[in-house]
């Protein structure tokens, strides 16, 4: 109990630090921003506390399966980062600013063609928007996908490699998937499949249909500029981190399927091995 509660105390505090990062890094923060950090800090902290040290499922999946949620974590953790680095490189720049601007204005022009999610963010802008601030919007867009495409190839490699959930241990679907009820109906191997595929897809093109659906709502709400450095950080943050989580949700999902049916297969041979040996 005392470790699973200090535990959660050190996991609530890292997530004060990542919602905090942004305003320590970007300066002329103002009381108001600061009572929102704060608040929002507070409520993050809460829920991780109440989540980590009780025993009993609540909201956060895969919780007692690492290191799913610890690869989240550090992909938000360094996307946040980055971009507030980006950003505060055009108000206070330095040698740190200036490396990591170097780096996303790299894999900015990369990634930066045609149709590209990158290229979709930066239409996204309204039609004033300055030379620096695209370029800005860019490079961020640029190093979050970047970010999210190596999460997903490091959960992968992990997942083969670790054997992935099962070295942890025993799986427990009811503490891990605490919104997957197994007795609604259905065969629990095809619902896991068909949310698995779902999870997959819409990670897959939540990133080309949310600057789509953004630049489509620009008559209705008005064009969304992202000059607030805040803003900046936390929409194109949200933007990519998504749908990364999404895809890792849905290879999960079809992992724990593929689990259950191994698990059913050899289950059925040995009911049928034991049967064969019965006298006749």
């Known amino acids: 109990m005392l470790l699973r509660l200090a535990g959660a105390l050190v996991r609530a505090c890292l997530v004060v630090l990542l ?4 305003s320590l890094l970007l300066p002329g923060m103002t009381s108001d921003t600061a009572q929102i950090v704060t608040l929002v ?27 799913f949620n610890r690869i989240r974590f550090s992909s938000l953790f360094l996307t946040v980062v980055l971009l507030a680095l980006l950003s505060r490189g055009q108000i206070m720049p330095s040698t740190l600013t200036m490396i990591v ?9 990369v990634i930066d063609f045609p149709y590209s999610p990158v290229r979709l963010v930066v239409l996204m802008l309204p039609p004033d928007a300055s030379v620096e601030h695209i370029e800005l919007v860019r490079n961020s867009a640029g190093i979050s996908y970047l970010i999210s495409l190596i999460t997903l190839a490091i959960f992968i490699i992990l997942q ?7 070295r942890t241990g025993s799986f427990n679907v009811w503490v891990n ?21 779902f999870n997959i897809a819409l990670g897959f093109l939540l990133p080309f249909l949310t600057p789509a659906v953004v630049k489509s709502a620009t008559s209705l709400f008005g064009a969304v500029s992202l000059e607030n450095p805040h803003t900046l950080v936390w929409t194109v943050a949200a933007w990519a981190f998504l749908p990364a989580s999404l895809f890792m949700r849905g290879i999960a999902m079809g992992r724990i399927a593929a689990m259950i049916a191994e698990k059913r297969l050899r289950q059925k041979t040995d009911d049928e091995g034991h049967e064969g040996l019965l006298p006749a």
Do not use: K, M, N
């Open 19 to 22: 919602i905090a990062t942004p």
């Open 41 to 67: 800090a507070l409520f993050g902290a809460g829920l991780t506390i109440f989540e980590y040290a009780s025993s009993y499922p609540g909201l956060i999946e895969f919780r007692d399966a690492p290191p």
């Open 101 to 109: 601007e170097q780096i996303g204005a790299s894999v900015g022009r």
């Open 160 to 166: 083969r490699v670790r054997r992935w959930p099962i």
């Open 177 to 197: 998937l605490p919104t997957f009820d197994p007795t609604a109906g259905g065969d629990v191997v095809e619902r896991l499949e068909r949310d698995a595929r």
